[in-house]
């Protein structure tokens, strides 16, 4: 990367003085000698002088272990008025905006220069040419691998929560930054363009210093829906075929001489799906009315995108009926589209002799069609549905393969597009719907009471439930009278689902399941279908089998419900309505597993141990009842909510539950990370797939699996992870339940203040404002509350008990625990884990947050941390934390001096808001820079909950 000859003259980074890589070096200092001039134009020369002197205070305080430059630049802080306060939190969080996009722009440049490095026999590491590579290698026959194609079933899935705190705005500003980045990194610039380069990033840092940070007014779930298409319509449409792009040529390269192209054809194995706008769940702002208009922006959407491709597309597939045949099949096509939609007659005279062209304006004027009658009531649109338009492609592709030009069939614009259409179809990304059992459980209720059935549902025991549910899914008369007087709640979920039903009807692929919240029965399951019934989506038919058009999903979410989920889906598998079900659904099962509220009710030890455990349990009881399974895992983005690598996390999955289906949530402000970038979201997807492939391939033969699925192995490991699990959970349990706790998290993060910001539409409590506790705050805002004053107790706490007591229980525990570490990839992934969100934590910031209660909970914290950090680096064998990952292990080092000043300046306004003293225009400014801070240091961690 070419960089001025003389930097302006703006903050000093130092980032080689770091030990981060010579290209991200090179770039830190640039952006933070651009900021600097920006910030002293904008701010003044006293608050530029101010930020170096708060930035050089706490580097020589990271540096030397001196708490007291931490205290001198406090009181620094605490003498400024809240205007250059505010000031300086924009210039630090700003900073901290322009490294996150450097550090992106490094990853796909260090990717891109590995691949460049790669060859047939060494492909780059954990990239789709590798997995097909040790497919090869294994000695797998093209047969064995399409066999494991065929099962690949990975879907991502798009939730709003936790949600991104930037602005789209900010995104965008960082987005036109990083592509100058990228501009100014081409080997060819001149110097004037160079120089054009700079001051078009130094205008862009501009503009983000001079945009408000905060949103003007709370987050709609409209907004969220556009947040979250926004990515799926761009770098996410053009990844999904450049990951197929990547497979066929892997295949070519391994397998290729054994067969000829088509024997090479991929399976639609990467498909999108998303909550945003049906996930109801403690949200009252998703209303159906808000359902209906997702879906309808899904469709709208969908059909832009494709149109748009159709156009590209029309412009270069020229082939004329005078230079190659064309097959009677394509003429046929086009005079049967001739009857349901037609072409201006200028188009007929110039295109006469381009058959191709001639069918991609009319499959253009098709979807014209579709978008023209989106609001058409049911059965007025045209009946061109999405199967029917990869038929059309199918039937393009296979003109082109008559007329000598097979090559551009099978690859470049039109193969990609046919990938798009299996993956997005008219819908984009399939809307999951999903609720909590207790409004099933009262929508069922209200309808039994009204319908003279029963008069106190509610009041039944779960074995009388069944009996009254069983009876009542027999019964063709439906429930509802004429008319009836529904309570409020009871009218939105069924309108809910007779907005499914309409959407179903224009696009089978429109919806996907439908997620019950905390389901601990299986009334629980049997209640959904009910509602389902009532609706006209699910229907027992006169010769007893069933019609549904939903997959019902139970989520186990607590610890209780984890141990719970083998014995609950053992009696729906053996209930014989349910058994129709789901024969009707072609006997799949998905499951849903909850890795927030499971860490939030037991510790990161016990959840993530419950979870694996019920993992390997539902497969072998889906697999003793012949159903087949897919696993939908709700992991956040922090380690304290099931975050981390998500292809390490997808090894670390016991052997039974590697069956190729695979469902993911890509949560919040994990979705700006990994696709705001296209290079990014490649290199995301392809480690995924590379993960799935190679986990499916390690699983047990199906000839000796039968052993594996009798039960859960019984050995000294499981049995030693149970006793540090049960260890650890008790020691969290102890934390979070004792009666100073609760008081002192209120006084010493700043929860109060992440319960106002503007930040997503979903409230961070079940309950009021005012009766916010812990079992109300949701986990997402329990996370945030943590990571704030840098203690990351989610991602840890109770570790250090956990490990340390067996340790002292057996004097062989240590030896085996470090054979766990070195071949049980679980055991890996959850110390690892754990080690990094340690290496996130700082006490000697902390502990200022702490001061601020009065409850002695922090040298409780400090004891367990310390606990921890020993029983991990005497079992993984390192000799600090992070030893074994220097990348993150530097950029951790270059950001604490950043982040410790937003938290030194977040602490002086949260005392100056509790002294009181402020009100109006005033107290509304404080507030507004307090949002500002959480901004500030949730873009320093890289993470909100």
Same mark, same amino acid.
């Given at each position: 990367?070419?960089?001025?000859?003389?930097?302006?003259?703006?903050l000093?980074?130092?980032?080689?003085?770091?030990?981060i890589?010579?290209?991200?070096?090179?770039q830190?200092?640039?952006?933070?000698?651009?900021?600097?001039r920006?910030?002293?134009?904008?701010y003044?020369?006293?608050?530029?002088?101010?930020?170096?002197?708060?930035?050089?205070?706490?580097?020589?305080?990271?540096?030397?272990?001196?708490?007291?430059?931490?205290?001198?630049?406090?009181?620094?802080i605490?003498?400024?008025?809240?205007?250059?306060?505010?000031?300086?939190?924009r210039?630090?969080?700003?900073?901290?905006?322009?490294?996150?996009k450097?550090?992106?722009?490094?990853?796909?440049?260090i990717?891109?220069?590995?691949a460049?490095?790669?060859t047939?026999d060494a492909?780059?590491?954990?990239?789709?040419?590798?997995?097909?590579?040790?497919?090869?290698?294994?000695?797998?026959?093209?047969?064995?691998?399409?066999?494991?194609?065929?099962?690949?079933d990975?879907?991502?899935?798009?939730?709003a929560?936790?949600?991104?705190?930037r602005?789209?705005?900010?995104?965008?500003?960082?987005?036109?930054?990083?592509?100058?980045?990228?501009?100014?990194?081409?080997?060819?610039?001149?110097?004037?363009?160079e120089?054009?380069?700079?001051?078009?990033?130094?205008?862009?840092?501009?503009?983000?210093?001079?945009?408000?940070?905060?949103r003007?007014?709370?987050?709609t779930?409209?907004?969220?829906?556009?947040?979250?298409?926004?990515f799926?319509?761009?770098?996410?449409?053009?990844?999904v075929?450049?990951i197929?792009?990547?497979?066929?040529?892997?295949?070519?390269?391994?397998?290729?001489?054994?067969?000829?192209?088509?024997?090479?054809?991929?399976?639609?194995?990467?498909r999108?799906?998303s909550?945003?706008?049906?996930?109801?769940?403690?949200?009252?702002?998703?209303?159906?009315?808000?359902t209906?208009?997702?879906?309808?922006?899904?469709?709208?959407?969908?059909?832009?995108?494709?149109?748009?491709?159709?156009?590209?597309?029309?412009l270069?597939?020229?082939?004329?009926?005078?230079?190659?045949?064309?097959?009677?099949?394509?003429?046929?096509?086009?005079?049967?589209?001739?009857?349901?939609?037609?072409?201006?007659?200028?188009?007929?005279?110039?295109?006469?002799?381009?058959?191709?062209?001639?069918?991609?304006?009319?499959?253009?004027?098709?979807?014209?069609?579709?978008?023209?009658?989106?609001?058409?009531?049911s059965?007025?649109?045209?009946?061109?549905?999405?199967?029917?338009?990869?038929?059309d492609?199918? &039937? @393009? /592709? %296979?003109?082109?393969? +008559?007329?000598? #030009?097979?090559a551009?069939?099978?690859?470049?614009?039109? $193969? *990609?597009?046919?990938?798009?259409?299996?993956?997005?179809?008219?819908?984009?990304?399939?809307?999951?719907l999903?609720?909590?059992?207790?409004?099933?459980?009262?929508?069922?209720?209200?309808?039994?009471r009204?319908?003279?059935?029963?008069?106190?549902?509610?009041?039944?025991?779960?074995?009388?439930?069944?009996?009254?549910?069983?009876?009542?899914?027999?019964?063709p008369?439906?429930?509802?009278?004429?008319?009836?007087?529904?309570?409020?709640?009871t009218?939105?979920?069924?309108?809910?689902?007779?907005?499914?039903?309409?959407?179903?009807?224009?696009?089978?692929?429109?919806?996907?399941?439908?997620?019950?919240?905390?389901?601990?029965a299986?009334?629980?399951?049997?209640?959904?279908?009910?509602?389902?019934?009532?609706?006209?989506?699910?229907? &027992? @038919? /006169? %010769?007893?089998?069933? +019609?549904?058009a #939903?997959?019902?999903?139970?989520?186990?979410?607590?610890? $209780? *419900?984890l141990?719970?989920?083998?014995?609950?889906?053992?009696?729906?598998?053996?209930?014989?309505?349910?058994?129709r079900?789901?024969?009707?659904?072609?006997?799949?099962?998905?499951?849903?597993?909850g890795?927030?509220?499971?860490?939030?009710?037991?510790?990161?030890?016990?959840?993530?141990?419950a979870?694996?455990?019920?993992?390997?349990?539902i497969?072998?009881?889906c697999?003793?009842?012949?159903v087949?399974?897919?696993?939908?895992?709700?992991?956040g983005?922090?380690?304290?909510?099931?975050?981390?690598r998500?292809?390490?996390?997808?090894r670390?999955?016991?052997?039974?539950?590697?069956?190729?289906?695979?469902?993911?949530?890509e949560?919040?402000?994990?979705?700006?990370?990994?696709y705001?970038?296209?290079?990014?979201?490649?290199?995301? &997807?392809?480690?995924?797939v590379?993960?799935?492939?190679?986990?499916?391939a390690?699983?047990?033969?199906?000839a000796?699996?039968?052993?594996?699925y009798e039960?859960?192995?019984?050995?000294p490991?499981?049995?030693?992870?149970?006793?540090?699990?049960d260890?650890s959970?008790?020691?969290?349990?102890?934390?979070?339940?004792a009666p100073?706790?609760?008081?002192?998290?209120?006084?010493?993060?700043?929860?109060?203040?992440?319960a106002?910001?503007?930040?997503?539409?979903r409230?961070v409590?079940r309950?009021?404002?005012?009766e916010?506790?812990?079992?109300g705050?949701?986990?997402?805002?329990?996370?945030?509350?943590?990571t704030?004053?840098?203690?990351?107790?989610?991602?840890?706490?109770?570790?250090g008990?956990?490990?340390?007591?067996?340790?002292?229980?057996?004097a062989e525990?240590?030896?085996?625990?470090?054979a766990?570490?070195?071949?049980?990839?679980?055991?890996?992934?959850?110390?690892?884990?754990?080690?990094?969100?340690?290496?996130?934590?700082?006490f000697?910031?902390?502990?200022?947050?702490?001061?601020?209660?009065?409850e002695?909970?922090?040298?409780?914290?400090?004891?367990?941390?310390?606990?921890?950090?020993?029983?991990?680096?005497r079992?993984?064998?390192?000799?600090?934390?992070?030893?074994?990952?220097?990348?993150?292990?530097?950029?951790i080092?270059?950001?604490?001096?950043?982040?410790?000043?937003?938290?030194?300046?977040?602490?002086?306004l949260?005392?100056?808001?509790?002294?009181g003293?402020?009100?109006?225009e005033?107290a509304e400014?404080?507030?507004?820079?307090?949002?500002?801070?959480?901004?500030?240091?949730?873009?320093?961690?890289?993470?909100?909950?």
């Amino acid at each position: 990367m070419s960089l001025p000859a003389q930097l302006p003259d703006g903050l000093v980074v130092e980032a080689e003085g770091e030990g981060i890589s010579v290209p991200l070096s090179r770039q830190v200092n640039l952006l933070g000698a651009l900021l600097g001039r920006a910030i002293r134009e904008r701010y003044g020369e006293d608050t530029f002088r101010l930020v170096e002197d708060l930035r050089g205070l706490c580097r020589d305080a990271a540096r030397t272990n001196n708490a007291a430059k931490h205290d001198e630049a406090a009181r620094l802080i605490a003498g400024q008025a809240l205007d250059t306060l505010t000031a300086v939190l924009r210039a630090f969080t700003t900073f901290f905006h322009l490294v996150n996009k450097a550090e992106q722009l490094e990853i796909v440049r260090i990717n891109r220069e590995r691949a460049r490095a790669a060859t047939d026999d060494a492909p780059r590491g954990e990239s789709v040419a590798d997995a097909v590579h040790e497919l090869k290698t294994a000695g797998k026959a093209l047969n064995e691998v399409r066999t494991l194609l065929q099962r690949l079933d990975i879907q991502p899935t798009f939730t709003a929560h936790p949600t991104e705190a930037r602005r789209r705005t900010i995104l965008l500003h960082q987005q036109r930054i990083a592509d100058l980045l990228e501009a100014l990194r081409a080997p060819d610039t001149t110097p004037a363009e160079e120089d054009a380069l700079v001051r078009a990033i130094e205008n862009a840092i501009r503009l983000l210093l001079a945009t408000d940070e905060i949103r003007p007014a709370a987050v709609t779930v409209e907004d969220e829906v556009r947040h979250g298409l926004y990515f799926i319509g761009t770098s996410v449409w053009e990844t999904v075929p450049r990951i197929h792009a990547d497979l066929r040529r892997a295949l070519r390269t391994y397998y290729g001489g054994e067969q000829d192209e088509e024997a090479l054809a991929l399976p639609p194995f990467l498909r999108y799906r998303s909550w945003i706008g049906g996930d109801r769940d403690g949200n009252p702002r998703v209303t159906p009315q808000v359902t209906a208009w997702t879906l309808r922006v899904h469709r709208e959407d969908a059909l832009l995108l494709h149109r748009r491709a159709l156009d590209a597309l029309r412009l270069v597939l020229s082939p004329s009926d005078r230079q190659t045949p064309v097959p009677g099949a394509l003429r046929d096509s086009i005079e049967a589209d001739r009857a349901v939609v037609d072409l201006p007659e200028r188009r007929w005279r110039q295109n006469r002799h381009e058959p191709v062209r001639l069918k991609l304006m009319l499959m253009q004027a098709k979807l014209d069609r579709l978008l023209d009658e989106l609001d058409a009531p049911s059965g007025e649109f045209l009946a061109y549905s999405a199967t029917e338009y990869r038929a059309d492609l199918v &039937l @393009l /592709a %296979d003109a082109l393969r +008559e007329a000598g #030009l097979g090559a551009l069939a099978d690859e470049g614009p039109l $193969a *990609d597009l046919r990938v798009q259409a299996e993956a997005f179809g008219f819908h984009l990304a399939a809307l999951d719907l999903r609720q909590h059992s207790r409004v099933h459980e009262a929508a069922v209720a209200d309808l039994l009471r009204l319908a003279g059935v029963m008069e106190d549902y509610a009041a039944l025991d779960e074995a009388e439930r069944l009996l009254v549910l069983s009876a009542e899914l027999r019964n063709p008369r439906p429930l509802l009278p004429p008319d009836p007087a529904l309570h409020e709640d009871t009218r939105r979920v069924l309108d809910v689902l007779l907005i499914a039903r309409q959407a179903l009807r224009r696009e089978p692929e429109a919806l996907g399941s439908y997620v019950i919240s905390m389901t601990d029965a299986v009334s629980d399951v049997l209640e959904v279908l009910l509602l389902l019934k009532e609706t006209g989506l699910w229907r &027992l @038919l /006169a %010769d007893g089998r069933v +019609e549904s058009a #939903l997959d019902v999903a139970p989520l186990f979410e607590t610890i $209780a *419900d984890l141990e719970h989920a083998e014995a609950l889906l053992e009696q729906l598998f053996t209930n014989p309505v349910y058994v129709r079900h789901l024969v009707s659904r072609g006997r799949m099962q998905e499951v849903m597993l909850g890795y927030s509220d499971s860490n939030k009710d037991g510790g990161y030890w016990m959840a993530n141990w419950a979870l694996h455990k019920a993992q390997g349990a539902i497969a072998r009881v889906c697999h003793s009842f012949d159903v087949d399974l897919r696993f939908f895992h709700g992991r956040g983005g922090t380690v304290g909510r099931g975050g981390g690598r998500a292809n390490q996390a997808i090894r670390a999955m016991p052997p039974e539950a590697q069956n190729g289906r695979i469902r993911f949530t890509e949560q919040g402000e994990v979705i700006s990370f990994r696709y705001a970038h296209p290079g990014i979201a490649r290199r995301h &997807l392809e480690q995924i797939v590379h993960a799935q492939l190679g986990a499916l391939a390690e699983a047990p033969a199906q000839a000796s699996r039968e052993q594996a699925y009798e039960g859960p192995t019984v050995d000294p490991q499981r049995a030693l992870m149970q006793q540090i699990a049960d260890r650890s959970m008790d020691a969290y349990r102890a934390l979070i339940d004792a009666p100073d706790f609760w008081p002192w998290y209120l006084a010493a993060t700043p929860i109060e203040h992440i319960a106002g910001l503007p930040m997503a539409s979903r409230p961070v409590s079940r309950k009021a404002a005012s009766e916010v506790d812990f079992e109300g705050l949701r986990a997402i805002p329990w996370v945030f509350g943590w990571t704030q004053p840098r203690y990351t107790v989610p991602g840890w706490y109770g570790v250090g008990q956990g490990l340390a007591n067996a340790l002292a229980a057996d004097a062989e525990a240590a030896g085996e625990l470090q054979a766990m570490h070195a071949d049980w990839p679980f055991f890996q992934a959850v110390a690892g884990n754990a080690l990094r969100e340690m290496a996130r934590a700082r006490f000697v910031i902390a502990r200022r947050y702490a001061a601020m209660a009065d409850e002695p909970v922090h040298e409780t914290l400090v004891d367990e941390f310390e606990r921890a950090e020993r029983a991990l680096l005497r079992i993984t064998g390192q000799e600090r934390l992070l030893a074994h990952s220097p990348v993150i292990e530097k950029s951790i080092r270059l950001r604490n001096p950043y982040t410790d000043v937003l938290n030194l300046v977040q602490l002086d306004l949260m005392r100056r808001w509790r002294a009181g003293g402020a009100d109006g225009e005033a107290a509304e400014a404080l507030r507004a820079a307090l949002f500002v801070s959480l901004n500030g240091i949730a873009a320093a961690m890289q993470s909100t909950g």
